[in-house]
């Protein structure tokens, strides 16, 4: 035999050489839930070790993080149900907590990369990422919303809008509106190909955001589809976006591929709740060995072609590659 592919697998100096696959703590976003109030550290139900935080204890959760080598973050907020309504007013309020954790975290950290959350359904009564009624999603009538929400951040100081809301036009509507206010060096990380699938439950739950009535798939990708992630990110790539996420990430490989392929711009993916919480709670039962388990779904998301990679698994990650 003159090709024997295991010559090149030997040993690991070797393996390591021709690697053609490489994953640092840089590819990684860590998710990070915020609540008002102080003193607050809580572990969630749903998302085993994982915490929400108040501003005060989030600051030395960050100094860690980044002792470790995560620089970037995506800011979800936990918002109490007396400040939700129809409109998700509070979203854009200059009371919104939120924001002042987006001023001190970029005052306190200013070479962090700080990224948004641009939705209605965690500050909306009916759980919906549009207004709702009647069981109709309104999209045009949410876009000013969302622009309002979106505008709020970046004067907060946000380095990157992300709407994950996936009504139609919204990018080129964020864009507009932020260039009009002088931000146009404020990015948009667009939730370009995000499905209604079963692995958000965890995320949910934490965030208590899910619909009171009807469900999402009026306006989260079917499952089923392929290139209708083409079509999303043609018109969010048009329309001004800087980077496309893929939503959720493990069963949706082939589209993070697709989007690579065929777009020229970064590829992000969410390794979503459910994905974290399968592969955790497996672990603790003695299924998988916790840390083999996800190196090697990081790993696979991006082979796939995500340049980015939105995960719970970030901080674990970064704790075992610097040991």
Known sequence: MNIRPRRNRKNSTIRSMIEETRLSVDNLIYPVFVEDGKNIKKELKSLPNQFSWSLDKLLNEIEYCISIGIKSFVLFPVINNQFK???????????NFYLNVIRVIKDTFPNTCLISDVAMDPYSSDGHDGIYTNGLIHNDE??????????????????????????DGRVGYIREILDKNNFSDVSIMSYTAKYSSSFYGPFRDVLKSNPKHGDKKEYQMNPSNKREALLEADLDFEEGADFLMVKPALCYLDIIHLLKENFNIPI???????????????SKHGYLDYNSAMSEILISIRRAGADAILSYFAKDFANLISK
Do not use: C, F, H
């Open 85 to 95: 309504d129809s409109k998700a007013s509070y979203s854009y309020s200059d009371d």
């Open 142 to 167: 949410t876009l000013p919303i969302l622009g309002k929400m979106a505008l709020a951040q970046a004067q907060a100081g946000i380095d990157i809008v992300g709407p994950s809301d996936m009504m």
């Open 268 to 282: 992000t993916a969410y390794n979503v709740s459910g994905e974290y919480v399968m592969t955790y709670i497996a």
